[in-house]
Structure formats: C-alpha cells, structure tokens
C-alpha cells in the first residue's frame, strides 16, 4: 500500500514559480510510475506530468517547457516544478501512483493511489 501527500500549493501571480512536492511513504517511490493530475471546478480532471521507474518524464502539451518534474529516491517525493503560471494553471493538482503496471498514462483509470491534492491558485 502506497500513501501520497502532497503539499507547496498556493497563491501566486501569473508568471511565478511554484514547487509541488508529492511525498509517498509504504513503498519506494522508485517503483512505480507517479503521475500529476490537476482538476478545476467544473472540469474534468486531466493529466499533467509524469515519471516513470526509469525517469522517463512525459507531459501534457499545455505545460510543456513550463512544468518539469523530477524525482528524489532518497527523499521519497517527486516534484513538479511549475514557472510561467498562468491563470488557467489553477486547479487542485493531484499525485497518483501506478503501481501494478509502472508506466505513465495519461488515463486516470490506470493510476492505482491518490493524494488528496494541494490547491493552486494563479492570480493576474
């Protein structure tokens, strides 16, 4: 069993910087896929980023060269680096593990744990 905490939400005006951090604890993060969801109100929830066992990193094509994201075994947590926010970048974002199939999808269904999710807010 996986349990995933997020946290580094917040309010930030269009054009900051903000760092998500998604700390995972009963099993190593290194050992299944972590994927990052976001979903604002009245929205479905989409795929953002995500990393795979091997550090293979895919992203979505509305963050692309604004969001990165990483991993750090030693800490546990993956990361997702997010500069150049926009206002429509706010959502709550979400950390999901794969765990029985360790590959990023872009498909909610496929991810096997979640984190309850930290706010975002961009402001103008």
């Known amino acids: 069993q996986v349990q995933l905490v997020e946290s580094g939400g917040g309010l930030v005006q269009a054009g900051g910087s903000l760092r998500l951090s998604c700390a995972a604890s009963?099993?190593?993060?290194?050992?299944?896929?972590v994927g990052w969801f976001r979903q604002a109100p009245g929205k479905e929830r989409e795929f953002v980023a995500g990393?795979?066992?091997?550090?293979?990193?895919y992203y979505a094509e509305f963050v692309k060269g604004r969001f990165t994201v990483s991993r750090d075994n030693a800490k546990n947590t993956v990361y997702l680096q997010m500069n150049s926010l926009k206002r429509e970048d706010t959502a709550l974002y979400l950390c999901?593990?794969?765990?029985?199939?360790?590959?990023?999808?872009?498909?909610?269904?496929?991810?096997?744990?979640w984190g309850q999710g930290t706010q975002v807010t961009v402001s103008s």
């Open positions: 999901a593990a794969r765990i029985r199939v360790p590959v990023v999808s872009s498909e909610m269904s496929n991810w096997d744990q």
């Open positions: 009963g099993r190593t993060v290194s050992s299944y896929a």
């Open positions: 990393i795979s066992v091997s550090r293979i990193t």
